[in-house]
């Protein structure tokens, strides 16, 4: 029986979707914005040279059609990949969101098959940014008698700006983005970490109810003197999604479901047997570990956020493209190990254009790359993709009925 390895390399845009113009960071539309292309213009002008240099070197991917699929999407140049002429290897295509939104579970419920049936709620880009009867249920949860923040915010600078005073008030801090978000960051000694992570737990209910997609705990650590860090004991809590995905149509024929990294957030656990979590190195090894072990019927589902949430929103353009070379020499040792009738997909959830203006997530297509172990020159353009044809590939691949809107690319 057949196994599948969908991977998500989150934010790794390749040109804006037809629809970007509808999409702004500021005042500034997504058109134009375009996350693989723009970083591989500044490596080719020496212009990411922070622990790396030269061009953006991305041999693996390239070969699998990640340039051919950057073509499809978008005329804008791409130095250095899809350069040397040769034919992919790999199945590859470029594929477009249907769903309202440019954010983590749009993209990731589309992909698993289920575009997003509403509206997302969305806080005002003001100060304060959260309506008073939100405060007063985040006051009584935590029983303080105020919250700090209430605005749009990075994560980095407002614990930079906060973070003192809320050690010294106890006041959790509140802020939000252009995303359909609601976070709570707090000192894990200070505040306490299960306090936090419950707190969370108690107001995401109210939040749902908003169509706010996902209330996250941002648990922090250090202080005034030595600096605030964010620590990797985040946690999630998703609206549920209101209709079967692609880990539940796995799950309920009787197979195996892994989860890798925030999958398990994104989807509130729903039809994910194992989970594991961490950086994106230790999730590196345990894709390497599923690749080894995984069942034959098994789907191992993984997404790779520090693209987005360490280089796209700090808009660092050396640190995106020291993490994209990483994964590409990753790739590079996984792929031989792929058994004949293995399927591992690599695509996106949405664009985060380091180079573009502000800090959000930019409406962009992405790519979509097949490779099949054992196949031997098994190779081809899929075309031009909806996301939930991902699903829809990755279900036939396993034999599963798929119930989502999306047609099996391969």
Same mark, same amino acid.
């Given at each position: 029986?057949?196994?599948?390895?969908?991977?998500?390399?989150?934010?790794?845009?390749?040109?804006?979707?037809?629809?970007?113009?509808?999409?702004?960071?500021?005042?500034?539309?997504?058109?134009?914005?375009?996350?693989?292309?723009?970083?591989?213009?500044?490596?080719?002008?020496?212009?990411?040279?922070?622990?790396?240099?030269?061009?953006?070197?991305?041999?693996?991917?390239?070969?699998?059609?990640?340039?051919?699929?950057?073509?499809?999407?978008?005329?804008?140049?791409?130095?250095?990949?899809?350069?040397?002429?040769?034919?992919?290897?790999?199945?590859?295509?470029?594929?477009?969101?249907?769903?309202?939104?440019?954010?983590?579970?749009?993209?990731?419920?589309?992909?698993?098959?289920?575009?997003?049936?509403?509206?997302?709620?969305?806080?005002?880009?003001?100060?304060?940014?959260?309506?008073?009867?939100?405060?007063?249920?985040?006051?009584?949860?935590?029983?303080?008698?105020?919250?700090?923040?209430?605005?749009?915010?990075?994560?980095?600078?407002?614990?930079?700006?906060?973070?003192?005073?809320?050690?010294?008030?106890?006041?959790?801090?509140?802020?939000?983005?252009?995303?359909?978000?609601?976070?709570?960051?707090?000192?894990?000694?200070?505040?306490?970490?299960?306090?936090?992570?419950?707190?969370?737990?108690?107001?995401?209910?109210?939040?749902?109810?908003?169509?706010?997609?996902?209330?996250?705990?941002?648990?922090?650590?250090?202080?005034?003197?030595?600096?605030?860090?964010?620590?990797?004991?985040?946690?999630?809590?998703?609206?549920?999604?209101?209709?079967?995905?692609?880990?539940?149509?796995?799950?309920?024929?009787?197979?195996?479901?892994?989860?890798?990294?925030?999958?398990?957030?994104?989807?509130?656990?729903?039809?994910?047997?194992?989970?594991?979590?961490?950086?994106?190195?230790?999730?590196?090894?345990?894709?390497?570990?599923?690749?080894?072990?995984?069942?034959?019927?098994?789907?191992?589902?993984?997404?790779?956020?520090?693209?987005?949430?360490?280089?796209?929103?700090?808009?660092?353009?050396?640190?995106?493209?020291?993490?994209?070379?990483?994964?590409?020499?990753?790739?590079?040792?996984?792929?031989?190990? &792929?058994?004949?009738?293995?399927?591992?997909?690599?695509?996106?959830?949405?664009?985060?254009?380091?180079?573009?203006?502000?800090?959000?997530?930019?409406?962009?297509?992405?790519?979509? &790359?097949?490779?099949?172990?054992?196949?031997?020159?098994?190779?081809?353009?899929?075309?031009?993709?909806?996301?939930?044809?991902?699903?829809?590939?990755?279900?036939?691949?396993?034999?599963?009925?798929?119930?989502?809107?999306?047609?099996?690319?391969?």
């Amino acid at each position: 029986m057949a196994r599948a390895f969908l991977v998500v390399m989150d934010s790794v845009g390749i040109g804006g979707a037809p629809d970007a113009g509808q999409y702004f960071n500021g005042d500034l539309p997504d058109t134009g914005a375009n996350t693989l292309a723009h970083i591989a213009q500044a490596c080719a002008a020496g212009e990411a040279e922070q622990g790396r240099s030269g061009p953006l070197h991305l041999p693996t991917l390239d070969a699998l059609g990640l340039g051919a699929a950057v073509a499809q999407a978008s005329a804008v140049p791409c130095p250095n990949l899809g350069a040397n002429g040769a034919a992919p290897i790999g199945h590859w295509g470029a594929a477009r969101e249907l769903s309202p939104g440019k954010d983590t579970p749009s993209g990731h419920w589309e992909l698993a098959g289920l575009p997003v049936p509403w509206d997302w709620g969305y806080f005002p880009d003001e100060t304060p940014a959260f309506p008073p009867e939100l405060v007063a249920h985040v006051c009584a949860a935590a029983g303080t008698d105020g919250i700090l923040g209430n605005c749009h915010a990075s994560g980095t600078a407002i614990i930079a700006e906060h973070g003192a005073e809320h050690m010294q008030t106890g006041l959790p801090i509140c802020y939000t983005s252009a995303d359909s978000v609601f976070q709570i960051a707090a000192h894990e000694e200070t505040f306490g970490l299960d306090r936090l992570i419950s707190l969370c737990e108690r107001v995401a209910p109210y939040l749902h109810a908003m169509k706010i997609g996902r209330v996250i705990a941002r648990p922090f650590v250090g202080s005034a003197e030595e600096g605030f860090s964010r620590t990797t004991n985040r946690r999630d809590f998703a609206i549920l999604p209101p209709a079967p995905i692609l880990t539940n149509w796995v799950q309920d024929a009787g197979q195996k479901v892994h989860g890798i990294g925030k999958i398990g957030d994104i989807f509130s656990m729903q039809g994910i047997d194992t989970l594991a979590k961490g950086e994106d190195l230790h999730l590196m090894e345990h894709l390497h570990s599923a690749v080894d072990t995984a069942e034959e019927g098994s789907l191992t589902f993984a997404n790779f956020v520090e693209f987005d949430s360490l280089y796209g929103h700090r808009r660092d353009i050396s640190g995106y493209a020291r993490a994209l070379e990483w994964f590409d020499r990753e790739l590079a040792k996984l792929l031989p190990k &792929l058994k004949a009738g293995d399927l591992l997909v690599l695509t996106a959830d949405h664009g985060n254009d380091p180079s573009w203006p502000g800090t959000d997530h930019t409406r962009e297509q992405v790519p979509v &790359l097949m490779a099949l172990g054992g196949e031997g020159g098994s190779a081809g353009p899929l075309g031009a993709l909806n996301f939930a044809d991902v699903a829809a590939t990755v279900a036939s691949h396993l034999g599963v009925p798929a119930q989502g809107p999306g047609r099996p690319a391969l």
